[in-house]
């Protein structure tokens, strides 16, 4: 089983549509999680952290659930400009402070006009 | 704000050349992280350094090697360039900690011949 598992889509959406992308996590010792976005042929930029209540940032927001190691992100209205690649990214190893990230392979989004 | 800067941006190379891929950051990160990235197989971490002095293997290591050079630059060598080296690569910084985003510079675009 993959640490971090997404459905790579694509997802495709009108514009104005509200998507959801849910990603799983194997290490149930996980303790940070992010959504990165990832533009063709560009570096992933940090989206938004997850935290334990759920916390929402404008069109966006993200939901933690620690006992099915699920994460979510759920885009309402969405923009032309949305279409992307999404990543979901969980910290490496399961006890003490570590830098070390892993990142899902993406769920791709194309909003439609 | 430069923040993760890479050099060079695109390269080709011929089988058994060398290279040497430089990174620097000007965030005053403690942590900086390689990555390859190819299609279909998500950013995989081929090495990096969580303080200054130190350097561990990531995930796919054999064929690289990497120098910290000091706070602000972590270099990524290819000794013996061979075709299934062609990729993206990106390097990234952060701090050493559980909870911090890694970011990361635009990318080197590789190609061996």
């Known amino acids: 089983r993959k640490e971090v598992e997404q459905d790579p889509g694509p997802f495709n959406v009108p514009e104005g549509a509200t998507v959801a992308f849910n990603c799983t996590y194997s290490?149930?010792?996980?303790?940070?999680f992010f959504w990165y976005r990832q533009d063709c042929r560009k570096e992933p930029k940090l989206l938004m952290s997850?935290?334990?209540s759920g916390n929402e940032d404008g069109r966006f927001t993200a939901q933690l659930n620690r006992a099915s190691q699920y994460i979510s992100l759920l885009i309402r209205d969405s923009k032309l400009s949305d279409s992307a690649t999404y990543l979901c990214?969980?910290?490496?190893?399961?006890?003490?402070?570590?830098?070390?990230?892993?990142f899902g392979q993406g769920t791709t989004l194309q909003v439609k006009p | 704000n430069a923040g993760v800067t890479q050099t060079p941006k695109f390269q080709v190379l011929k089988t058994g050349q060398s290279m040497t891929l430089q990174c620097a950051q000007d965030?005053?990160?403690?942590?900086m992280y390689w990555y390859r990235q190819d299609p279909g197989m998500g950013l995989r971490l081929i090495y990096y350094?969580?303080?200054?002095?130190?350097?561990d293997k990531g995930e796919v290591p054999n064929g690289y090697n990497v120098s910290r050079l000091n706070k602000r630059e972590f270099s990524l060598r290819l000794e013996s360039a061979a075709p299934s080296q062609t990729s993206v690569y990106f390097c990234?910084?952060?701090?050493?900690?559980?909870?911090?985003?890694?970011?990361f510079g635009d990318g080197t675009r590789l190609s061996i011949l």
């Open positions: 990234a910084s952060s701090v050493w900690d559980t909870y911090q985003p890694q970011h």
């Open positions: 290490n149930s010792a996980s303790q940070s």
């Open positions: 997850v935290y334990s």
């Open positions: 990214v969980v910290n490496g190893e399961g006890s003490g402070n570590t830098g070390k990230l892993i």
């Open positions: 965030m005053n990160h403690n942590s």
């Open positions: 350094s969580a303080s200054e002095g130190t350097t």
